[in-house]
């Protein structure tokens, strides 16, 4: 557990959000409407994955990066692409009802994407402490 924690700090410390403008906090993509019951998540970062199994969300993971590979019931997980490389027609296929990512400009295509389809995205941000605890929260 503390392991996924320093993990955590490490790698919010070292990302960089350049897609959201505006208020770094979490918030859906283009005003997209919350859910309240997200039970088919795909998680766009390592972070995330592994902020969801630590939050007791696991079972409702369906879909991950083939970066992330903890805990080990990631590994099991269906693989959407890379951080970067997420493939569209893989998320549409798997019919998540969330998309959970931390805005890249790499990502940019594909978060658009993924609001054409009219698929919920929630953005979370990690750059700092405060913004870690609030994607937790």
Request: proline share 6%; glycine share 8%; aromatic share 8%.
């Amino acid at each position: 557990m503390k392991f996924i924690h320093i993990y955590l700090l490490i790698f919010c410390l070292w990302s960089s959000n350049a897609l959201a403008s505006g208020k770094r906090v979490p918030q859906f993509l283009d005003g997209a409407k919350p859910i309240t019951q997200p039970h088919r998540i795909v998680s766009l970062a390592p972070v995330i994955t592994e902020t969801l199994f630590t939050l007791g969300l696991g079972e409702s993971i369906v879909g991950v990066t083939r970066f992330c590979d903890r805990p080990a019931a990631a590994q099991k997980i269906t693989k959407i692409g890379g951080f970067i490389d997420g493939n569209l027609e893989k998320i549409v296929s798997i019919k998540p009802t969330i998309v959970i990512a931390m805005p890249q400009n790499a990502q940019k295509d594909l978060l658009k994407g993924l609001n054409k389809q009219n698929i919920p995205v929630y953005l979370v941000f990690g750059d700092r402490i405060k913004e870690v605890k609030e994607m937790v929260l």
